[in-house]
């Protein structure tokens, strides 16, 4: 069975700095995807940044980037230049390539920005 | 935007009840999936459903039911509601085809059972 470890219970980053959410996964699937999603206190939960196990490059999206390390089976989040926005519950997810396929959370990180 | 609404925010009902967690989603999407969300447990999934009539289980399906009568609807009903099925239920949908899908969320019900 698939499983999603977040090691980082909680994590606290001061405003403009950086800050990396850690995520490790097993699975004996070579075809599968990763996601980060972000749940900000008592709002909706929301995609943050998806990454498709075959490709070797991190996928990036405006201030949020990830470092995929597929051998490790590693998935970390760097949040670069925080913002106070930022401050939310983050889930690492995994799924394996097939449709209708369900996917499988990490227990999250919650994230506090200091101003 | 896509939009996934639940029918409500907070419930609260008595030991023994039957309780109905309503989902309805206007993207068109064939998979819903309802999970429950638990302190230090992450987001574990009940049941989800890849077309009407359709439904498979999740991680914990027990204790839980489901109905998917129509496309935009996914039900989850607790036949006989308990006080350790206190919890936050957050549902939510897909397209059908793929990995890369993403799921769209609901706002979650928080249900407490006394």
């Known amino acids: 069975a698939q499983t999603v470890t977040q090691s980082q219970p909680e994590m606290s980053v001061q405003e403009a700095e950086t800050v990396t959410l850690s995520c490790t996964y097993d699975?004996?699937?070579?075809?599968?995807?990763l996601f980060w999603y972000k749940q900000p206190p008592s709002r909706q939960m929301i995609l943050v940044i998806r990454q498709e196990a075959y490709k070797q490059q991190n996928a990036t999206e405006n201030r949020f980037s990830v470092n995929f390390q597929k051998a490790a089976k590693s998935f970390s989040l760097k949040i670069s230049d925080s913002q106070l926005g930022d401050a939310a519950m983050y889930f690492c997810?995994?799924?394996?390539?097939?449709?209708?396929?369900?996917?499988?959370f990490g227990d999250g990180t919650t994230l506090t920005v200091k101003p | 935007d896509v939009k996934v609404t639940q029918s409500s925010r907070y419930l609260v009902k008595r030991t023994g009840e039957k309780v109905f967690l309503e989902c309805v989603q206007d993207m068109d999407h064939e998979n819903m999936f309802w999970y429950r969300q638990d302190p230090g447990l992450g987001l574990r999934l009940i049941y989800f459903s890849y077309d009407v009539k359709m439904k498979e289980k999740g991680d914990i399906p027990e204790g839980y039911s489901v109905s998917r009568e129509k496309k935009e609807r996914f039900s989850l009903i607790l036949e006989s509601a308990s006080t350790n099925q206190t919890s936050m239920y957050l549902c939510a949908s897909s397209f059908f085809l793929g990995g890369t899908d993403t799921q769209y969320f609901g706002p979650g019900t928080r249900l407490t059972v006394l």
């Open positions: 699975t004996s699937e070579s075809d599968y995807y």
């Open positions: 997810a995994y799924r394996i390539n097939t449709n209708a396929g369900k996917s499988t």
